[in-house]
């Protein structure tokens, strides 16, 4: 199958200062990536999709200029976290969809972020 | 999207066949149900999906029945490293396959 990798693999930072994490498709291209949040014991809730070369559409609730999302290429997608406060802390998780891969979603590793 | 019901725990044991049940009870024509499995801080992986009767591969089988409004996904002979947990999805058509909306999932605990 298809890898999808993500970087960090954790981040520790301070209150207010901003998070990058990228996703990466390594062995195909990815015409729509995906940022999931995951909270400890719960179900991952999706925050928004990006199609390569356009805005992100974002779920309701989920604020876009706080979780401002890139999707440059085919194989790249940006996740930043700004101005970052405790609550922000959880697990992110990208995914990925792409051509010739019919109906299926490969997923990163995710990434743990903790603000302090 | 069709909304998903499934237990929320399962306990087994190793070599046990395990069998969990996802309802959906307003599954569209242009839906797919699709079951991934999560490890604690792993991103979630695919494990199998399917539209109707019966869809088999190397780690598991999916039933659903003709009227599509439930499914189950059997694991074979589980062993310690199949505890996880468990997530069934209703994966549409109708939104191009572009959004997947998981539910509490079920979390399978393997005992020795």
């Known amino acids: 199958g298809a890898v999808v990798s993500q970087h960090p693999s954790w981040v520790i930072c301070k209150s207010g200062t901003s998070v990058k994490i990228e996703c990466r498709s390594l062995?195909?291209?990815?015409?729509?990536m995906f940022w999931y949040r995951q909270f400890p014991k719960q179900s991952l809730m999706l925050m928004a999709t990006s199609n390569e070369g356009s805005k992100a559409t974002y779920e309701q609730g989920v604020e876009k200029d706080k979780f401002l999302i890139n999707h440059a290429s085919l194989t790249l997608s940006t996740l930043t976290v700004t101005s970052a406060h405790p609550e922000d802390s959880s697990f992110y998780i990208c995914?990925?969809?792409?051509?010739?891969?019919?109906?299926?979603?490969?997923f990163g590793p995710g990434t743990r972020l903790t603000v302090l | 999207l069709a909304k998903t019901t499934q237990p929320i725990s399962m306990d087994s044991y190793e070599g046990q066949e395990v069998n969990i049940t996802c309802s959906h009870n307003n599954i569209a024509t242009n839906d797919y149900i699709t079951w991934y499995q999560q490890f604690p801080s792993q991103g979630p992986r695919f494990i199998i999906q399917?539209?109707?009767t019966k869809v088999t591969n190397e780690v598991a089988s999916l039933f659903i029945p003709a009227d599509r409004k439930s499914s189950t996904l059997s694991l074979p002979r589980v062993s310690l490293s199949d505890t996880a947990v468990y997530y069934c999805l209703v994966d549409s058509m109708n939104t191009g396959f572009q959004k997947l909306v998981f539910g509490t999932g079920t979390r399978l605990l393997v005992s020795p």
């Open positions: 399917g539209y109707k």
């Open positions: 062995d195909f291209q990815a015409t729509t």
């Open positions: 995914s990925a969809r792409g051509l010739g891969f019919y109906n299926e979603q490969f």
